[in-house]
């Protein structure tokens, strides 16, 4: 009995054995993410340094053609109708201008005027060509422009045939050698053609009333 009580005994005191605690389960890290890879902006492309390509200009079309001949008509009409101008030209500092009875011949495409040598009309277009013609018909409101290049000729010819009454006013007669021609081929012209002062003056007094640009007839520039 005893022996077996200390087996028993020896039994009990025996440690009980040591169970292997159940280690933590590893909790698994998330596999760290890796930072997005930045979207690259997409490559601006490089500015052009052509410029834009200019507008085309509207082509001629029948109608603007029928316009200019019909405006160019008009301005040559004008012109030798209404007769005198004011030549104007350019002395080097200033515009000079003195009114001129003025021959137009379309066919020659030129206007001529007779001057006197002893005025300084012939130097300043001698020294600076490009002059201008200013006519005017103040009572039916019609008016041209005209530039173009003036040469100065000694033509005793041409002075014959332009020779008029109006002339007669200024020199005894065309043999008179202090007679000289200016020549002037017009390049291009401005046109105002108004229907007439009664009926401009209701459309400016119309225009006023309704504060709208008054329509006072025709205004064209030309080549010619």
Known sequence: MASTAANTETKSTKPAPRTASAKPAATKAAPAKKPAAKRAAPAKAPASTAKPAARAKPKDTGKNLKHHGEHVDRIWELAKRIGVCMFVTWDGERQRSRPLQANVDRDEHAI??????DGHKDDEVRNFPIVTLAFADIPHSKYVSITGKGTVENDRAKVKELWSPFAQAWWDNADDPGIRVIKVEPQDAE??????????????????????????????????
Request: hydrophobic share 50%.
């Open 191 to 224: 046109l105002w053609d108004s229907p007439g002062r009664v009926v401009t003056a209701i459309s400016m007094l119309a225009a006023a009333v309704t504060r709208r640009s008054p329509k006072i007839g025709e205004n064209a520039k030309v080549k010619l």
């Open 112 to 117: 001529y005027f007779l001057i006197d040598a």
